[in-house]
């Protein structure tokens, strides 16, 4: 079965710092992944999917960025970050290719102050 | 593009009665439909969903109901727990993505 990692698990960062989340996925091959962020009692926005290595789509214009430099990692950067970047960011796998059932990892909470 | 509405925002119910949270979408191309919970400051996990070749299933106090015609999908929760108390989330999937709903918060009173 599949398992996705995510670190850090929490992070509290200035604003104008750089930011470098990580998300690796074990128990399946060449994965969909996908980047959500969550605002504070607020629903799940879709930052980035890819279908494969060096292969992004991005649904939101935004100072954040993300890679996949690896068939199992998928990483979300930035090179300043806002006060509005605050959230929790969550990384998804989809299991079935067919049917689109989502995974998620256990996220990241990132304070930017 | 697909857009899910979901209803309510919160939801409060005495613990042991029912809880009902609607959806609707705008694709009719849309085939998947999950359900996920998400209880505070852990991740969405998903509890039922339901294909679009289906109109009911159900998973012991939960169930999924839904209306290809009206394109609205709804989560049926009986003798609700106080475990239940959470955020709901709907999505309808298009293309290998999903699209979410606002999400629910739910309530039980003791």
């Known amino acids: 079965s599949q398992t996705i990692h995510q670190w850090p698990a929490t992070l509290v960062q200035p604003v104008g710092s750089p930011l470098s989340l990580e998300c690796t996925v074990e128990?399946?091959?060449?994965?969909?992944l996908y980047w959500y962020r969550q605002a504070a009692g607020r629903g799940l926005q879709l930052l980035f999917y890819?279908?494969?290595?060096?292969?992004i789509s991005s649904e939101v214009p935004q100072n954040l960025s993300a890679s996949r430099p690896q068939d199992r990692q998928f990483i979300l950067s930035s090179k300043k970050l806002l006060l509005s970047d605050s959230g929790f960011y969550l990384c998804?796998?989809?299991?079935?290719?067919?049917?689109?059932?989502?995974?998620f990892g256990p996220g990241t909470r990132l304070t930017v102050l | 593009g697909e857009n899910v509405e979901q209803h309510p925002s919160t939801l409060s119910v005495q613990e042991g009665d029912s809880a009902v949270i609607k959806c609707t979408y705008s694709?009719?191309?849309?085939?998947?439909f999950p359900w996920y919970k998400q209880e505070l400051g852990k991740r969405p996990q998903l509890i039922i969903d339901?294909?679009?070749n289906v109109g009911e299933k159900k998973d012991q106090r939960i169930a999924v109901t839904l209306n290809k015609t009206a394109k609205h999908f709804s989560l049926h929760i009986t003798e609700t727990q106080p475990e239940d108390s959470a955020v709901y989330f709907c999505?309808?999937?298009?293309?290998?993505?999903?699209?979410w709903g606002a999400g629910t918060k739910l309530i039980i009173k003791p």
């Open positions: 998804a796998c989809l299991l079935a290719v067919s049917y689109n059932e989502q995974f």
């Open positions: 128990g399946t091959s060449n994965p969909n």
């Open positions: 890819s279908v494969g290595i060096g292969q």
């Open positions: 694709d009719s191309a849309s085939n998947y």
């Open positions: 339901i294909r679009s």
């Open positions: 999505a309808a999937s298009i293309n290998y993505q999903l699209i």
